[in-house]
Every structure is written in structure tokens, then in C-alpha cells.
């Protein structure tokens, strides 16, 4: 038996999930958040170590985590992910080679970057050539650097760091219970960050790191008509993305500001949609905080004309003493899908 223990440190709160693997299904053990004061992580990056740091240490004392290795997650502007087609190598020669492989495809200096890959699929060109076909991911080194330092300060140890939007997918649609026809659109939508994964059969096909969450509402009503942040987040609540027709400016606000995210969302999916290798995509799964918004999730579908459900990512594990009461559980579960998913990655 293991245990094992993600951590998501998200833009307004840091959250942990405990698993126990081993024989059989994975067991929760333990679920705890700790929230963040405004500013202390800006659009996915630390921007104030020390209250994330005790933020870290307090979520260790109330919830008694067992262990101090942790699975981390990344999710902001200083991260990278693209598609290449590269010459076939086994896993281990390809991971030495990726810096020779990487450099033209991205923005970011090579000595710069932490690199990463996913293998798709490997095939044959025309010319008969082997080719794998990657996801890249590359992230600043110097942002990397940060969140390990975070982690030092806050007295846990990192054994995995992972892309948010891969251990979300790892949740929601292990490859071993996933047997559909087409893709399937996964939107994770955090206060200030959304990942947005299209994948196949547990496959990632698309990975895109979208700068825009429930904090921009948020945001928009404090700027624009001098609202408390409660005050503001609870009328962000009230109203919803479809009450324009009460002729407050709250509701307007609101309206509008989430009007442009689903079209966003829209337009990363024509992006995607346009890809000759594009797989149809069946349904989108909504999870992570901002998908609270009422009327969001049926806007999204609306729009984007496919089935839309809410995420289940205690689905495929067994439920432990989480002294938690079930009601409070169920609320949770949109916050918990990367948690849990670094806990199940770091299991493997």
C-alpha cells in the first residue's frame, strides 16, 4: 500500500487530496483546503511566498495529511504546451534529445525551460519514416523555481510536478474506465486560470492554459461600481450569466464578463475543431469553481451545441474517514479534480 498526496495551489486557495493506492480501487483518505487572500497567487503564479507558505503549513495542521512528499501542479502564462511531430526514440533517448527538439518550438529560451513530453501515438510518414507525435510542455524555470521554494518553506517535499490540465484529465477520465466513441472536452475553471483538454479515450489531444476565471467577474464588479469583495462575489452568485433583463449594472457586469469567456472557450474549440487530425467532440465535462456561475454550464452547451455533465472526480475511488460531512463532500468535488488527480500521479 502507498500513500500519496496532491496539492494544488490555485489562485485563491491551496487544496490537498490524500489517496491510498494499491490493491484495488484508490482510497481518499484525506480532503482539506486553506483559502488565499486576494493577490497572493496572480493568474496561477506565486506572487507572495510567505502566505502561501503558511497557507501550506496550516492546511497540514487542521487536516493531518500523512506525509510531507507532495505531488504539485503548474497552470499559468510561464507554461507552454504544443504539438510536434519528432523522429521515433525510445521514451529515455527522447527525454535526453527534447532540448535539441524543442528549441525552435517555443518561446521561451532552452536554458531558460523545464521540458516535458506526452507521447500520442507514433506512426509512419509518407517516406516510411518512423515519428512519434508529442505533447510538449515547457515551463519557466525561474517560476518552477519559485513553487519549490514555496514548497521548501512550507516544510513539504515535491515529488512530481505536473501540468494542472493532466492531472485533471488523470481525474476525470482515466484511460482504463474510458472506452467512448470521439473526444471529449474537459473545461477546468478556477478563479483566475481555466484548463482547457480535449482528449480521447484518456488520450489528451489539446491542452490550452486560459488566463480567465471567475476572479475576472469578480474583479469587474469591485472596479466598476466600488463593491466590497463579498459583496461583489455575492452578487456575482445572485445573478448569474442570463439576468441582464433586471437593468441592474451588477447583472450587466456579470453578463458580460462571462459572456466573453464562453466565447473564449468557443474560440479555442474552433481552433482546436479546425486541426486536420481533430478528433469530434462528443461532450464537455465542467469542473473547478467557476463553473458555479449559474447559467454558465448551460450557456457552454448551448453554444457549443454538445452535451454537457459536471465532473465526478470521487468517481472511481473508494470514500474513506474523511470526517466530512456528505453534503459538504459533494459541494467540494468541483474544487478537488486536480488535487486528486497529482495524488493519483503521483501514485504511478
Keep these: 500500500m502507498a500513500t500519496t498526496i496532491g496539492l494544488d495551489i490555485g489562485s485563491s486557495a491551496v487544496r490537498a487530496a490524500q489517496i491510498k493506492t494499491g490493491r484495488g480501487t484508490p482510497t481518499l483518505e484525506r480532503i482539506g483546503q486553506v483559502l488565499l487572500p486576494p493577490g497572493a ?21 487542521q487536516r493531518k495529511f500523512k506525509g510531507r512528499e507532495v505531488a504539485l501542479g503548474v497552470a499559468n502564462q510561464q507554461v507552454v504546451v504544443r504539438q510536434m511531430d519528432v523522429p521515433y526514440l ?7 534529445s527534447l532540448e535539441f527538439q524543442a528549441a525552435d518550438a ?18 509512419e510518414n ?20 519559485a513553487i519549490v521554494e514555496v514548497a521548501d518553506a512550507a516544510k513539504v517535499r515535491p515529488k512530481l510536478l505536473d501540468l494542472d490540465a493532466f492531472a485533471v484529465l488523470r481525474c476525470l ?16 475553471i478556477g478563479a483566475s ?15 490550452r492554459i486560459l ?5 475576472q467577474i469578480t474583479d469587474a464588479l469591485v472596479t466598476s461600481l466600488e463593491m466590497g469583495l463579498a459583496d461583489a462575489e455575492a452578487a456575482k452568485a445572485h445573478y448569474g450569466i442570463d439576468a441582464t433583463e433586471t437593468g441592474e449594472d451588477a447583472a450587466r457586469i456579470v453578463a458580460e464578463r462571462a459572456g466573453r469567456f464562453v466565447d473564449e472557450i ?7 475543431t479546425a486541426q486536420a487530425d481533430a478528433v469530434p467532440i462528443r461532450r464537455l465535462v465542467v469542473t473547478g469553481g467557476g463553473s458555479l456561475l449559474p447559467g454558465l454550464v448551460e450557456r457552454l452547451g448551448e453554444t457549443l451545441r454538445i452535451e454537457v455533465v459536471r465532473a465526478q472526480p470521487m468517481r472511481e475511488l473508494e470514500i474513506g474517514e474523511l470526517n466530512v460531512e456528505r453534503s459538504d463532500l459533494i459541494d467540494a468535488q468541483p474544487f478537488l479534480s486536480v488535487a486528486i488527480g497529482l495524488a493519483l500521479g503521483a501514485a504511478e
Design 41 to 61: 497567487v496572480r493568474d496561477g503564479e506565486i506572487s507572495q511566498p510567505d502566505v502561501v507558505a503558511q497557507a501550506i503549513r496550516d492546511l497540514w495542521a
Design 173 to 188: 477520465a482515466p484511460e482504463k474506465v474510458v472506452h467512448d466513441e470521439g473526444g471529449e472536452l474537459i473545461l477546468d
Design 126 to 145: 509518407a517516406e516510411g519514416e518512423k515519428l512519434s507525435r508529442i505533447l510538449l510542455v515547457a515551463a519557466q524555470r525561474q517560476m518552477v523555481d
Design 90 to 96: 525510445p521514451a529515455d533517448e527522447l527525454r535526453t
Design 193 to 207: 486560470v481555466t484548463n482547457i483538454i480535449v482528449h480521447e479515450n484518456g488520450a489528451p489531444r489539446f491542452v
Design 106 to 123: 517555443i518561446p521561451i529560451p532552452i536554458e531558460q525551460a523545464v521540458l516535458d513530453f506526452h507521447t500520442l501515438e507514433e506512426f
Design 266 to 272: 468557443r474560440g479555442s474549440v474552433d481552433y482546436y
Design 211 to 215: 488566463l480567465m476565471g471567475g476572479s
